[in-house]
Every structure is written in structure tokens, then in C-alpha cells.
């Protein structure tokens, strides 16, 4: 089954903890990006990869990180310099970055205890 | 800066009914536009994708048009059904920011 996959659904975190949110395809993409949907919101761009080993920021970039050393792999890294992290967290890829129809995983949905 | 709006924000109709929702863009400078279904809890699902040189896509039961000149694409569902009931999205990609730009979505119930 061709997809995207994101682990865990469901994610808790303490104040003042960094925690990773995994994103892997199988589709043979090169884009990906990562997406944050608040309630009552549309999706706001945090980061985007059109490439292996290249990453740009997105609208909402500050408090995140990522990493791009494979093709399918895209994880974010949400930080404690976050300072309201509690969303719903979506991943996405396509061929071609913004061109093509993009491809969403199941979501995050990171809560701040 | 580019805006996108849907509205109205939520939607309520019966069964077998046509409907149309809307969504309009503030700058015309787009590659295309992207309509989504969400479902709760869940991910989004590419219905159609429009390019900025073509007026209309066709999916089924589902009809998007796009007038770039005037800022506006409609999604038009015919024989409405309740498992269409789920949040749309419409999307546009920018072409000054390469950037895909949501708007916030019209939640749609179908009653049986």
C-alpha cells in the first residue's frame, strides 16, 4: 500500500520537553512539508523539503525543527521554545513542491500537559 | 498577501439536495487551486485540483470551477448524500510565495 504514514496519532508532552513527530512515504516523492491545523483554522505551513538534505521555513517555522537525510523520511521536531504547541499536526508530499495535488498522512494531534 | 476565504464556515442540508460552496482568493497570481475533504480526527483527501488555464474539473458527483480573474472557485456537489458529510477545504498555490494557502473550511452535514 503506496501512502504516508505519521506516529504517533496521539502525543503528550510536559512543559519544557522537546518531542519528534515521525513522517514516512512510500510514494517516491520529493517534496514534503509539514502542516499545523488549529481548531476553527485552516492548515498554516511550519516547514517544507523539495529535496534530500534541503528544507526551507514555512509561515510558523519558529519553535520547530526538521531534518530531510532521506526521501522518505521528513520528521518535525517540536521544541520547547514552542510556546503553544497543543495542535493537530499534518504531513504531506508531492512530486513536484506546490505544482502537483499533495498527498496528507493521518495527523498528530499533539496535546501540551 | 494572499487571503483565502471560505464561507459559510458550516453548511446543513437534506439528503438529495445540490449544494455549492465557496471560496475566494484575494491575489490572482496562482499556479491552481486544490479542494480537500477532511473527516474528523483525520487527514486530508485531494478531491480536484484546478491549474490557473482551466475553468472547471469534474469528479463523479463533484463539479470545481475556477474564475481567477474574479477571485472565485465553487465546489458543486450534486444528490447530496450524508457520507459527504465532512469538513471542505479549498487550497491556492501561490505563485509569489510558492506556497500552498489554505482557507479555514466549510463543514458540511448531510441529513438523511
Known amino acids: 500500500d503506496g501512502g504516508i504514514t505519521q506516529s504517533p496519532k496521539y502525543l503528550f508532552r510536559k512543559e519544557g520537553q522537546n518531542v519528534t513527530l515521525s513522517c514516512e512515504q512510500n510514494?517516491?516523492?520529493?517534496?514534503m512539508y509539514w502542516y499545523r491545523q488549529d481548531p476553527g483554522q485552516g492548515l498554516r505551513l511550519i516547514y517544507y523539503?523539495?529535496?534530500?538534505?534541503?528544507?526551507q521555513k514555512g509561515d510558523i517555522a519558529e519553535g520547530y525543527s526538521v531534518s530531510r537525510e532521506k526521501k522518505e523520511s521528513f520528521p518535525l521536531t517540536v521544541t520547547s521554545a514552542q510556546k503553544n504547541p497543543t495542535a493537530f499536526y499534518l504531513c504531506?508530499?508531492?512530486?513536484?513542491?506546490?505544482?502537483?495535488?499533495?498527498?496528507f498522512g493521518p495527523g498528530t494531534r499533539l496535546t501540551v500537559l | 498577501k494572499q487571503e483565502v476565504t471560505q464561507i459559510p464556515a458550516a453548511l446543513s442540508v437534506p439528503e438529495g439536495e445540490n449544494l455549492v460552496l465557496n471560496c475566494s482568493f484575494t491575489?490572482?497570481?496562482?499556479?491552481?487551486l486544490q479542494w480537500f475533504r477532511q473527516d474528523p480526527g483525520k487527514g486530508l483527501t485531494s478531491l480536484l485540483l484546478i491549474q490557473s488555464s482551466q475553468r472547471e474539473q469534474t469528479s463523479g458527483r463533484l463539479n470545481a470551477s475556477l474564475d481567477k480573474s474574479s477571485g472565485r472557485s465553487t465546489l458543486y456537489i450534486a444528490a447530496s448524500q450524508p457520507g459527504d458529510s465532512a469538513t471542505y477545504l479549498c487550497?491556492?498555490?501561490?505563485?509569489?510565495?510558492?506556497?500552498?494557502?489554505f482557507g479555514q473550511g466549510t463543514t458540511l452535514q448531510v441529513k438523511p
Open positions: 523539503s523539495q529535496i534530500v538534505n534541503d528544507f
Open positions: 510514494l517516491n516523492h520529493d517534496a
Open positions: 491575489d490572482s497570481a496562482i499556479y491552481n
Open positions: 487550497a491556492v498555490y501561490s505563485s509569489n510565495t510558492g506556497k500552498l494557502i
Open positions: 504531506a508530499s508531492s512530486w513536484v513542491a506546490g505544482l502537483d495535488t499533495q498527498y
